[in-house]
């Protein structure tokens, strides 16, 4: 077992980043227009490299399965983008948001990656600001700022309910730019299925064109995979139906190590399970807990009451209501962190307080929030005896304003008026703070490979804050990769262009065309979607807001059973030389298959609770998280030996010297 060198600069962390800066190899102009480099995944970290490495002269390829970058799941991030620029004068900084996201993430994380996030942070609003992106402002003119789950400041800053799209829009603009120029070629509907190394050196990929089926071969001096996290392992998520782990898992058996899988975020907004017939799951924003409060009843006798029809919610008094968040973390109340609020959800309803059918949901109610700001748009009309009628009307313009493309999309999934009755919301898979794992210079354990964004471990350590995913893709994207990068390429200015008929490119390709001939040719009985079904079973109940180590045993034997099944009993109609839905799913389920092993072998191995990782055996009288310091403070980098059963555990000690290593607490 190798110990882990991050490349972490030494010195005061404060000066770490524009030190290092300092001191790293450049390439020159003149010599960038002879480097290509391949970005896999077009989302806010990968839209970002690209286009900010193509401004800078290096000539780059984009890949996305997707028929346009505007498609990538970073689309779906709604609520907002932290940065420390102290707007509201409410005691925010740098150090303030290094701290709340080294806290936030239970103390898992690198101290120096979060602390050049938070550093670098105030640049990413400036520059979507230039490129238009229309960020909610005050009255004043200056940009508004809202608060997320984990703080006690407003450092989120928004465009409405649509951050994400917005932001993601500035990204594709920003490359649009570079296609036009010729500095980016655009591959759309195209799919990674592996990577090409040549003399220890990544030097390309093989895809596949989804549309002809077409198997292609594509050099570069250097590879980025930004194409996301891993949540649809479990089948249901809040990810878009095609994220998947292919282009991070292909890296990972091609010598890449992958960081802390079991590092997975339970998201407490998230509007229920209804049914069998569901394939993925809708996320009500985080930013909604600004305004929403979270109960149930205070009397199981209520709660079956709503669930069977006979009692109404708005119906209980205040006196009847279990505010729970509140009453657990007053200090926090309903902005407590997602793995808080997910396991406060969950330990109500298996106690019998669940308020939807299957008795897994909670209350988020707006009732207050809009009598509260009734009363103030009042007050500003002038108006000094206001109906009730005229209070809830003003308030729910003000609510509409700040979420009303929320409600909007709740009320048409649910078919209930969340003005009117409060919304029900249930913990869901969401982000994954697992990854590749990546050093300062966000470059792999295979050189000239690097991971960006959500595909990386990441600054999250074992839980994500609301609001930080976009912060850093687009800080990887937009601020580092391009400067980190440089100091790989610039030993590459005289390799000249690399070839693709090489033995190394001819290999990786026919592993790739073996894989998918079997695949097509197996003359199975069973869908695709019938096994991920089951794997997303096994992985929910025995590897999701929960965990033991006898049901991680379980599911690590019950995973490599199914994938044995798979792989004899699969069934894809249609051909490998066309538009085939059902094998670019099969390719995926296959990776999620090994994944999911990995996953269930990596939280066997971590006897501690921290963050996103629950395990039953390690917690407080209280039900919360307790860590173990002594033994686990370390990220878990796992080697790909032939096996995920048999994957070799390496480690990357943490050392805090900036913050103090203590037991988490919101309360």
Known sequence: MAVLDSKTPQGDIAKQWENYKNSINLVNPANKRNIDIIVVGTGLAGGAAAATLAELGYNVKTFCYQDSPRRAHSIAAQGGINAAKNYQGDGDSIYRLFYDTVKGGDYRSRESNVYRLAEVSANIIDQCVAQGVPFAREYGGLLDNRSFGGVLVSRTFYAKGQTGQQLLLGAYAAMNRQINRGKIQSYTRHEMLDLVIVDGKARGIIARDLISGKIER?????????????????????????????????????????????????HPTCIP?????????????????????????????????????????????????????????????????????????????????????????????????????????????????????????????????????????????????????????????????????????????????????????????????????????????????????????AQDIRTGKIPTDSPEFEAAEKAVVDQIDKLINNKGKYSVDHYHKKLGKIMWNKCGMARNAKDLAEAAVEIRELREDFHKNVLIPGTAQSKNSELEKALRVADFLELGELFAKDALHRNESCGGHFREEYQTEEGEAQRDDENFKYVAAWEYTGDPSQAKLHKEELEYKNIELKTRSYK
């Open 218 to 266: 594509h050099a570069a001096h250097a590879v980025v995979i930004a194409s996301g996290g891993y949540g649809n392992v479990f089948f249901l998520s809040t990810n878009a139906m095609g994220s998947n782990v292919t282009a991070s898992w292909k890296v990972h058996k091609k010598g890449a190590f992958f960081a802390n899988p079991c590092f997975t975020q339970i």
């Open 273 to 489: 399970v209804s049914g069998e017939h569901q394939s993925k799951l809708t996320l009500m924003s985080e930013s909604l807990r600004n305004d929403g409060r979270i109960w149930v009843p205070k009397k199981k006798e209520d709660a079956i009451a709503i669930r069977e029809g006979r009692l109404k919610p708005t119906e209980l008094t205040e006196e009847e209501r279990d505010y729970y968040l509140e009453r657990r973390y007053p200090s926090f109340g309903n902005l407590v962190p997602r793995d808080v609020a997910s396991r406060a959800a969950k330990e109500r309803c298996d106690a019998g307080f669940g308020v939807n059918k299957t008795g897994e949901a909670v209350f988020l109610d707006f009732a207050s929030a809009i009598e509260r700001y009734g009363k103030e748009q009042a007050a500003i009309h002038g108006k000094h005896n206001p109906t009730a009628e005229e209070i809830r009307e003003l308030g729910e313009e003000v609510i509409a304003n700040k979420y009303g493309n929320l409600f909007q999309m709740y009320e048409k999934i649910v078919d209930e008026n969340p003005y009117k009755t409060p919304m029900k919301i249930y913990p869901a898979v969401h982000y994954t703070m697992g990854g590749i794992w990546v050093d300062y210079n966000l470059m792999t354990t295979i050189p000239g490979c690097y991971a960006a964004g959500e595909a990386n471990f990441s600054d999250h350590g074992a839980n994500r804050l609301g609001a930080s995913a976009l912060m850093q893709g687009l800080a990887d994207g937009y601020f580092v990769l391009p400067y980190t990068i440089g100091d790989y390429l």
